[in-house]
């Protein structure tokens, strides 16, 4: 990139800080370059080299740097030195001239150094009309050095559709850059396009090779970036807000927790007393019994997953599924959760059984599954263990609690269930309350007869 072309390109460059992290890496490893580069200080011998028809000017070859890394900076390892020098590839301070992978090699390949005008520390941010101007003037101009890769050919085309409504301007300023070009010394024109193409290998780089620019700590820093002010203002404003939302996770977890208050024995009093304080166990064997209360009939419309965690509420569903000729769904369900808690020998044969009567071509027992729920059960089956059926029991399950579920909640098992479960608490009650009636009006008329005889006496 030229001169002249650098005004013409409208890549911008700020002012950069002193004092951020990878501006002291950049001022370490440009104290290297210009040792390096300094021949009268023992530096690297840069010289032209001249190729079959013509002069490759200002190279050195990659085994002359490794040579000097190890000498000056007292490297004993030639490995140690091919990844610094690698390193400082990799930011674009020296790259290979026939190459667009910026890595430094023992050898003879032959390598340039950075322009200073491109270096890392003038904090270069170009954006992609930049890279569209580049890779349009690579194309006007008919070098065999200069011709697109295929990475760069497929990004000025996807570049080219997306600035498609500006690309009239995008020619003309990649024509009046290969017009400025033309004019300078060949050696020179040939320096400048090498560094320029450098440039891009750092900030557009080959796939598959890192981009150290990706990352920069200093942009985060930066206090004019408009995207860190932006993000900094609305903080701000966030830390003065005295009243700020619940979230629909916090809003679901005091809506269970409420609706299950009354069944945990730590919160609520419960009756007989809770058995975690006390020796009296009557409080779990009312909760194991076949004879449910009115709190656990309650509990099974909650959610399906409720109703199955009771024995009594699996009954009463399996009860109502049998009334509808359905029963087989959860008796697969329940067959699954049994096959889970068998041991491991006799996983294999339960796992066939339940295949043959649930699954399997002309099975007693056949069950509804969508055809990728079967095929991948069928493919569990070849190597059964105790979640072969996981995808099956997930589907029946969903099956049950969207249709067959919402029924029982509103079949007369489960509404009589609940009635009969509140009768006899109103029915005692009503009973209390008579006696209490009774006794009292008896106990009146006593007092009165009892009055009475006693002025009579008198």
């Given at each position: 990139?030229?001169?002249?072309?650098?005004?013409?390109?409208?890549?911008?460059?700020?002012?950069?800080?002193e004092?951020?992290?990878?501006?002291?890496?950049?001022?370490?490893?440009?104290?290297?370059?210009?040792?390096?580069?300094?021949?009268?200080?023992?530096?690297?011998?840069?010289?032209?080299?001249?190729?079959?028809?013509?002069?490759?000017?200002?190279?050195?070859?990659?085994?002359?740097?490794?040579?000097?890394?190890?000498?000056?900076?007292?490297?004993?390892?030639?490995?140690?030195?091919?990844?610094?020098?690698?390193?400082?590839?990799?930011?674009?301070y020296?790259?290979?001239?026939?190459?667009?992978?910026?890595?430094?090699?023992?050898?003879?390949?032959?390598?340039?150094?950075?322009?200073?005008?491109?270096?890392?520390?003038?904090?270069?941010?170009?954006?992609?009309?930049?890279?569209?101007?580049?890779?349009?003037?690579?194309?006007?101009?008919?070098?065999?050095?200069?011709?697109?890769?295929?990475y760069?050919?497929?990004?000025?085309?996807?570049?080219?559709?997306?600035?498609?409504?500006?690309?009239?301007?995008?020619?003309?300023?990649?024509?009046?850059?290969?017009?400025?070009?033309?004019?300078?010394?060949?050696?020179?024109?040939?320096?400048?396009?090498?560094?320029?193409?450098?440039?891009?290998?750092?900030?557009?780089?080959?796939?598959?090779?890192?981009?150290?620019t990706?990352?920069d700590?200093?942009?985060?820093?930066?206090?004019?970036?408009?995207?860190r002010?932006?993000?900094?203002s609305?903080?701000?404003?966030?830390?003065?807000?005295?009243?700020?939302?619940?979230?629909?996770?916090?809003d679901?977890?005091?809506?269970?927790?409420?609706?299950?208050?009354?069944?945990?024995?730590?919160?609520?009093?419960?009756?007989?007393?809770n058995?975690?304080?006390?020796?009296?166990?009557?409080?779990?064997?009312?909760?194991?019994?076949r004879?449910?209360?009115?709190q656990?009939?309650?509990?099974?419309?909650?959610?399906?997953?409720?109703?199955?965690?009771?024995?009594?509420?699996?009954?009463?569903?399996?009860?109502?599924?049998?009334?509808?000729?359905?029963?087989?769904?959860?008796?697969?369900?329940?067959?699954?959760?049994?096959?889970?808690?068998?041991?491991?020998?006799?996983?294999?044969?339960?796992?066939?059984?339940?295949?043959?009567?649930?699954?399997?071509?002309?099975?007693?027992?056949?069950?509804n599954?969508?055809?990728?729920?079967?095929?991948?059960?069928?493919?569990?089956?070849?190597?059964?263990?105790?979640?072969?059926?996981?995808?099956?029991?997930?589907?029946?399950?969903?099956?049950?609690?969207?249709?067959?579920?919402?029924?029982?909640?509103?079949?007369?098992?489960?509404?009589?269930?609940?009635?009969?479960?509140?009768?006899?608490?109103?029915?005692?009650?009503?009973?209390?309350?008579?006696?209490?009636?009774?006794?009292?009006?008896?106990?009146?008329?006593?007092?009165?007869?009892?009055?009475?005889?006693?002025?009579?006496?008198?």
């Open positions: 990139m030229a001169e002249g072309s650098r005004d013409q390109g409208g890549v911008g460059t700020t002012d950069p800080e004092d951020s992290p990878n501006m002291i890496v950049y001022r370490k490893i440009e104290d290297i370059v210009m040792r390096i580069q300094d021949e009268k200080a023992g530096g690297v011998a840069i010289r032209t080299v001249k190729s079959f028809l013509s002069k490759i000017p200002s190279v050195v070859s990659g085994a002359d740097i490794v040579q000097w890394l190890m000498k000056n900076l007292s490297i004993d390892d030639a490995a140690e030195a091919i990844h610094l020098g690698s390193l400082i590839a990799a930011q674009g020296l790259f290979p001239i026939s190459d667009h992978v910026l890595t430094l090699k023992d050898d003879g390949t032959l390598y340039r150094f950075q322009s200073p005008y491109f270096w890392p520390s003038n904090c270069w941010e170009p954006e992609n009309t930049d890279y569209a101007i580049y890779l349009c003037k690579r194309t006007m101009q008919n070098k065999a050095r200069l011709e697109l890769a295929d760069e050919a497929e990004n000025l085309a996807r570049l080219q559709r997306a600035f498609a409504r500006k690309w009239e301007f995008i020619f003309m300023q990649a024509e009046a850059q290969v017009k400025i070009d033309r004019k300078k010394d060949k050696a020179e024109r040939k320096i400048l396009d090498s560094q320029e193409r450098a440039f891009w290998d750092v900030h557009r780089p080959v796939p598959g090779c890192v981009n150290t990706e990352m700590i200093r942009k985060c820093r930066r206090e004019k970036n408009p995207h002010v932006k993000k900094i609305f903080l701000n404003i966030q830390l003065d807000r005295h009243c700020m939302k619940v979230s629909k996770v916090a679901s977890l005091m809506g269970y927790t409420e609706q299950f208050v009354e069944y945990d024995p730590f919160v609520s009093a419960s009756d007989p007393s058995p975690w304080i006390s020796d009296d166990t009557s409080f779990w064997d009312l909760e194991a019994s004879d449910p209360s009115q656990r009939v309650k509990k099974w419309g909650f959610s399906l997953e409720e109703a199955l965690k009771d024995p009594a509420g699996r009954d009463q569903f399996l009860k109502f599924l049998e009334s509808e000729f359905s029963s087989e769904n959860l008796r697969f369900w329940l067959e699954v959760q049994e096959l889970k808690r068998r041991p491991l020998q006799e996983v294999a044969s339960r796992a066939q059984e339940i295949w043959q009567e649930f699954l399997a071509e002309g099975a007693p027992s056949s069950i599954l969508d055809s990728h729920s079967y095929e991948r059960t069928s493919q569990n089956l070849k190597d059964p263990g105790r979640y072969s059926f996981e995808d099956a029991q997930e589907h029946i399950f969903k099956l049950m609690k969207s249709d067959s579920y919402a029924r029982f909640l509103r079949s007369n098992i489960y509404q009589d269930l609940l009635l009969a479960r509140k009768k006899p608490a109103d029915t005692e009650q009503g009973r209390r309350t008579s006696l209490e009636k009774f006794t009292r009006s008896v106990g009146k008329s006593l007092t009165g007869k009892r009055l009475t005889g006693l002025m009579q006496s008198s």
